[in-house]
């Protein structure tokens, strides 16, 4: 079974965006307590990383560690682990709430931007990368950027995030890291 009701979210996108192919190398950001790491290992990506802040018990066909992507040291660490840049990032990190929606939703895009300025740092070119955002999008500017460094942008709401929720996922495909250097 998987560990979380949150793997079957990662089961739609992928059945919809076919994103993990088999042989890929796999980042999962906010991986406890590993359902999603579970369903890449399960969907044949070849080496998977998840992190979190939190422990995560061991997931048979991948790594796991316990820290903060926004630890300078983590770049490398995971391309080290890889052994070589990742094909595929996927964040499903949210940040704790504070019951206050403005903030939790400005906090929420605070996350995704730093997830895809990792990203940006670890992905091999032609890669993808998924995060949670919230409804109405993501931030403009982080759009933009995503447009400019990917060769498409999507956004897309599982059948398996609750409909009350204004949980959303952007879905971008196809790194260049090209057209970033010269939009920076
Ligand atoms: N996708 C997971 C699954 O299927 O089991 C569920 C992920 S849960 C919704 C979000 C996670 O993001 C939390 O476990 C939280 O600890 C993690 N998180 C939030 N900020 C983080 C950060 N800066 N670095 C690593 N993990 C973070």
């Known amino acids: 079974g998987w560990r979380s009701r949150a793997a079957f979210k990662l089961i739609e996108l992928d059945d919809r965006f076919h994103l993990i192919q088999p042989g890929m190398r796999v980042v999962d950001l906010g991986a406890a307590p590993g ?11 070849s080496r998977v990383v998840g992190l979190d802040l939190l422990p995560v018990d061991p997931v048979a066909g991948a790594d796991v560690i316990e820290g903060d992507f926004t630890d300078p040291e983590m ?4 391309i080290s682990l890889l052994d070589g840049k990742a094909d595929l990032v996927l964040s499903d990190m949210a940040p704790n709430t504070t019951g206050h929606a403005p903030t939790d939703h400005m906090r929420i895009i605070g996350l995704a931007e730093e997830a895809l ?9 032609g890669g993808g990368f998924v995060a949670k955002v ?22 897309a709401k599982p059948p398996a995030s609750r409909k009350d929720s204004s949980e959303l996922y952007v879905v971008a495909t196809g790194f260049r890291p090209d057209r970033l250097k010269q939009a920076q």
């Open 35 to 45: 359902g999603w790491t579970q369903v890449i290992v399960k969907r044949g990506a």
């Open 75 to 78: 770049p490398e660490k995971l």
């Open 117 to 125: 300025h990792f990203a940006f740092e670890i992905l091999a070119e």
């Open 134 to 155: 919230f409804q109405g999008g993501s931030e403009k500017a982080m759009l933009e950027t995503m447009k400019q460094a990917f060769t498409l942008v999507r956004h």
